[in-house]
Every structure is written in C-alpha cells, then in structure tokens.
Nanobody, 120 residues
Framework: QVQLVESGGGLVQAGGSLRLSCAAA????????MGWYRQAPGKQRELVAA???????SYLDSVKGRFTISRDGAKTTVDLQMNSLKPEDTAVYYC??????????????WGQGTQVTVSS
C-alpha cells in the first residue's frame, strides 16, 4: 500500500480559503484516480472531489464552484483549493487514491486525515 501524506487544513472563518495537498510517498507508482473524501461527526464519509490521470474531474454538488481539484504533471500529488468556505464544510478531510475512488470500498490508499474547521 502506497502511503499518502497530507498537508494543509486548519481553522478559518466562513468565506475564507484553505488549500489541502496530498502526496503519494512512492514516485514509481501512479494511481489512476486521486481525490478527497470528508467525514463530519455523525455522518458518513463522502466524496468531495476526484481527478483521474486523464484530468477528468468530479465534484460533490455542494462544493461545485467553490472547490477546485488539481494534480501535478507527475501524477503523484493532488491539491484541493477550497474557497468561500462554509461552516457545513467542517469535517476531517481524507486523501484517497486508487483505480477509481467513486466509493469508499474502491479506495486503495487513504491519507491520515486533516481537520478543516470553518467558524461562522
């Protein structure tokens, strides 16, 4: 299993921005799909954004127009730029990677999770 190392996250006021980054520890392994899930207390883990090696992206409806996912040319890192943050975006965000990450069970590797807290 390839380790995913996350950075970013923290506390921000509503309307603010944060950037999450995730790097695959191995430079010799390329996942087809990488992205971010989030889990708020008492709720199920949900897919926020995903990007394939071909650059195809998908977003949770509630974050469309506010979040942008990107991937580096080497396909080993993925970033999530989060703008216009809302209190309901508060959650632990997990980097995910695999052939597909459309479902929790399809994910091959998970990051350790990083807390994002948006105050009102």
């Amino acid at each position: 299993q390839v380790q995913l190392v996350e950075s970013g996250g923290g506390l921000v006021q509503a309307g603010g921005s944060l950037r999450l980054s995730c790097a695959a520890a191995s430079l010799f392994f390329r996942f087809n799909a990488m992205g971010w899930y989030r889990q708020a207390p008492g709720k199920q883990r949900e897919l926020v954004a995903a990007i394939t090696s071909f650059g195809s992206t998908s977003y949770l409806d509630s974050v469309k127009g506010r979040f942008t996912i990107s991937r580096d040319g080497a396909k080993t890192t993925v970033d999530l730029q989060m703008n216009s943050l809302k209190p309901e975006d508060t959650a632990v965000y997990y980097c995910a990677a695999g052939d597909t990450i459309a479902t929790v069970t399809s994910v091959l590797s998970w990051g350790q999770g990083t807390q994002v807290t948006v105050s009102s």
